[in-house]
Nanobody, 122 residues
Framework: LQVVESGGGLVQPGGSLRLSCAAP????????VGWFRQAPGKERERVSC????????KYADSVEGRVTISRDNAKNTVYLQMNSLKPEDTAVYYC????????????????WGQGTQVTVSS
């Protein structure tokens, strides 16, 4: 089982992107979902997470106030809306699904995607 990220690209500083995380082979209804990112030469960073119900979300301090995570269970998709993007947001963004109800900013997720590149540059 695997999740699939999309929506990355090149954007100017101050711009916006919406990343999507889909699960073609299973229902995300039963999974907490997290977003992570890894920049070249840096460790993977936990960015955001959302609970099964969508009622609980968490954000890393580095993105708080600029990023919103949401889920549409009817479309079996979780989104990461990113605004006011900065060059330091440049990274490969990964989503992951975990067989738990809660929102967890940790690495204990079961299924990971291949990532989508986000580049913030003028």
């Amino acid at each position: 089982l695997q999740v699939v990220e999309s929506g990355g690209g090149l954007v100017q500083p101050g711009g916006s992107l919406r990343l999507s995380c889909a699960a073609p082979g299973f229902s995300l209804d039963y999974y907490g979902v997290g977003w992570f990112r890894q920049a070249p030469g840096k460790e993977r960073e936990r960015v955001s997470c959302i609970s099964i119900s969508g009622g609980s979300t968490k954000y890393a301090d580095s993105v708080e106030g600029r990023v919103t995570i949401s889920r549409d269970n009817a479309k079996n998709t979780v989104y990461l809306q990113m605004n006011s993007l900065k060059p330091e947001d440049t990274a490969v963004y990964y989503c992951a699904a975990g067989l738990f109800r809660l929102c967890k900013l940790s690495d204990e997720y079961n299924y990971w995607g291949q990532g989508t590149q986000v580049t913030v540059s003028s």
